[in-house]
């Protein structure tokens, strides 16, 4: 259809997507007295034959915004969230098959986890009531995050988690580095090493007739063994550390066979007390805010390609 | 020293103050190879006899607030952190102490819990080593709070928490309210309530000559009593969750008089699906950012006087 | 309705308020082809016979905050808004005077202001059009408030502004302060001078028999006042600043008489460059994050009493 | 060196980058009285022969993250700030070619703009002094932003802006789109068009050996621009609008070969004032927070390749 109007134009369209992002959806199903919640943020970007709706604004290809937020909000009903990766491939999927414009779809989900208040001991009683299952608090910690891609015929499921915080009181050293003219760090033989994990995996599941990983179970999987690589390796440097971590991953879990972290290290400066007559023996710190390192790598199955972008964070 | 000065001023200053703020401590303290983490956030203001420095910019009487800022960390290594409470009572006892022109301080901590990371399992042995007691994640959830104020005769401790999210996904109700000519809304008779409890208690122990309460444990009952309020209170506005919460605190904890709670009531609306053929029985929700319900309150001992300020929020 | 209840309770019941906050108003006048905005975040908190919603969850005095929030929109309609603090006054004395259970209306209100894109040059021509005049950029700088509260009889207004971040690159000094044991910082004869101003200030106008001073033109006589004040004191202390910029504003506009800042000492520090080679000659610093110096104070006309709370932050 | 390892491992090292982000430099360039500001936000990402620090954690290849931070302060005065774009050529160069392991460099840099405080009125008297030439107010609105990429050949430079909101209150329509089952949106002959723009431009300078580009001038005439262009666009869709965005700069600007944006559509929804009895012509509007549309694009000159990532935001 554009065929005719691009050679006239200097100035021609490149990738574009677009589609509601940050809908905020919470599920809850009831199994009696006792709930179950899912909390779910969820941002969808469609792209495909949209070349008009950017040249002359005719929007005969444009399923709204507002309408992919409804699909969002029906499909919670529809298919219930199992978890967050199970609902946006039902998402994906859907906008693609259902639209001819529309040839590729990207379902982007943070997910909040919530766990029970507990309530069962003596003051329970107050009410003359079996304990609660209907109330929560968030868990705070980690936001948990999933981004599918179909384009009808394939998928890419890349799945993490952000601002999990972690920290080594000792088992970090820092030294060997290289010294130019504006080097002036003092070599650390035990240093606190701290980072606020941004992490990101993919699935080799891209096809319908593979059997689908246990989303729910690989997340609690991943997780674990990404933070004991964190605890249990003794680091020279959190390059070293970072790589731990995402060959544990690897090495543990067959159904993911790339990894990226993007790992700020946080620093812990040492506080001077010798002004004050004290000697600092590793136990004060100062916090640091900014600058702060940042290291980040991908990690691989040996024979895979890297489909994970480099920037975790913004340009 | 002013008053000289004043008479011909039409302009006079009132109530002053001034610290370091926010300066991040770490202290880390080690029980040979198991550690402790405090990670606090203090914030140091101080007054008194300050009136030339604002009239004249003379510092004579001014500790600068650099001072203010070491003092926090050399005194973590003097004194430990044992609590938030305990650590501000010490600081704020130094400056007005020390200082003849200071005669209140007002110490304010931010507390970060962190638990450990688990690494007692199979995976442990990869490093032939024991459980890994040195690393920490940090807990997320609410952040502890506390001030305290000393004018060098008696003390004021208010403690609290901020940013815990809470939800009970049923048993509240909301009905019966006035109607005006701008009311539109619906009764509820199943809803959602939820909201992101801040809250402050202020302690009766004021005189050092008084037993100090055990700060850690109060902190943790406390934090029980108000869940477990919040859990199995059956509902019918949020002011009578908020009452039960601060008054299940008084009740059960000799060493409060007085809770206040800011409670935004973070509106879930059950989303019509209507409009495509389905039903929503209390489970697809939206969950709104803006605006929210606010509900501020304050609860008392019978008998004692209100001194936690009205503004939770600011001004 | 209370007496009876009240004796018999351990726990009672102080300060309290509700409403909506945060209600997002945009309002748009159009004059022909010239457009107008009004872009504000208005909070009501109301208060008055409110004990039953708290002790028996009884909503019979309620005015939900879902009204109050639709009455929001609908005075921007009825009334327009003519300046932030005249919206609020239609507001207080709305909820104050239409429904008997409330005695006190407080409305807090966040202003957003908008300049025109300018588009009168050649480009214009391109759509053969005169200046557009619907077309907005927002300021940033900072965000314009203010407070209303009315108890039936009388008002009182307090305006402001915060996030306002101003520097001297020069004329700022501090030394001749207290050293004790914990002090190592040093004298300074030429430093840069920076905060992020939160200022409030209070008319003197209380009753509807005064006339009503004219809030745009206020602001905007404030705001220059307070920042002719901080670029032209030369300082010896940020204390010695916040005098002036208060002095300034009580001294050149009649209808204020109580001002109150909070304002962070953002720290520039003078990056070392000797290890380098280099000699800094204040040309390069460190724009510090935390800690920073607090200073707070209030500057009152001779003669009037303080009424703005000493804390503009969040206990 | 990682030859005889490489084979053996299941799990290898993909694209990898380290350096310090964040570094806050503020350059006072004094012209007498009158001072200048430059105020950046630096951050360093190094890659090259970096594979042993990952899987040894030997740090013989490794200049400190600390060393890449002096080393910005020390080049803001050996070379001072030109400009963002000049500053971080600066240092990408000196990376790549100072240190052999070090193949790539990329700079990204943050710029706040500070405009002059005016004192040239009668208050200035009040000093005896004339205009003062060193007292600043940030800007706000947008944030300026930078990306220079060079691995000892070419050059690669992406600019933009960031957090820039705008708004139309007419000449905005939305109509004639796909209609699903999901779809209940009403069409739109009159809408406000608001967004905060994040918007990225590469520079078709390579080359040490062409003319650069004056970065100072370039950034003004492109932001002019995209704010007419936005102004003008009688808008059928946000996608038209950020076409014509795009266009304006690519048509006017030849420096420029390719432009991407990401724009949030931050909806306006007209407030239904018809319950309270008033008619709503296009006055009063509720500023939507979550969900909102999300559209976002490339524009290429003719007959050049796409560079910039999709995303501008966040994975």
């Not at 002036?184 to 891209?206: C, H, K, P």
Request: charge should be negative.
């Amino acid at each position: 259809m554009t065929d005719n109007s691009r050679p006239a134009r200097p100035v021609i369209l490149g990738q574009n997507q677009y589609g509601k992002a940050e809908n905020r959806v919470v599920k809850i199903t009831r199994d009696g007295a006792t709930h179950h919640i899912k909390d779910l943020n969820v941002s969808v970007a469609l792209s495909g034959d949209m070349d008009e709706v950017h040249y002359s604004g005719s929007n005969a290809h444009v399923l709204p915004t507002d309408t992919t937020k409804n699909t969002v909000y029906a499909f919670a009903k529809e298919y219930g969230i199992e978890s967050a990766e199970q609902f946006g491939i039902h998402l994906a999927r859907h906008f693609v098959t259902s639209q001819e414009p529309i040839r590729t779809a990207r379902i982007r989900i943070e997910e909040y986890a919530w766990e029970r208040i507990e309530t069962s001991d003596a003051n329970s009683k107050f009410i003359g009531a079996d304990e609660v299952k209907h109330s929560f608090v968030r868990k705070g910690q980690e936001t948990r995050v999933t981004q599918i891609t179909y384009d009808g015929s394939s998928w890419e499921v890349i799945s993490g988690l952000k601002d999990l915080i972690v920290m080594n009181s000792t088992n970090s050293e820092f030294w060997g580095y290289v010294k130019d003219k504006y080097t002036t760090l003092q070599e650390a033989y035990d240093r606190i090493l701290a980072t606020q994990v941004s992490g990101r995996w993919r699935f080799n599941w891209t096809d319908d007739e593979q059997k689908m990983p246990n989303w729910e179970k690989s997340y609690e999987q991943v997780r674990k063994h990404m933070l004991q690589a964190f605890a249990e390796t003794y680091s020279l440097s959190l390059q070293q550390t970072l790589y731990q971590m995402g060959a544990r991953i690897i090495n543990n879990r067959s159904e993911i066979d790339e990894v990226r972290f993007s790992l700020p290290n946080k620093h812990h400066f040492l506080v001077d007390l010798e002004p004050f007559g004290l000697k600092n023996d590793n136990e004060v710190y100062y916090a640091a805010d900014r600058p702060y390192g940042l290291i980040e790598a991908t990690i691989l199955r040996d024979g895979c390609e890297a489909k994970i972008p480099v920037d975790l964070t913004n340009l």
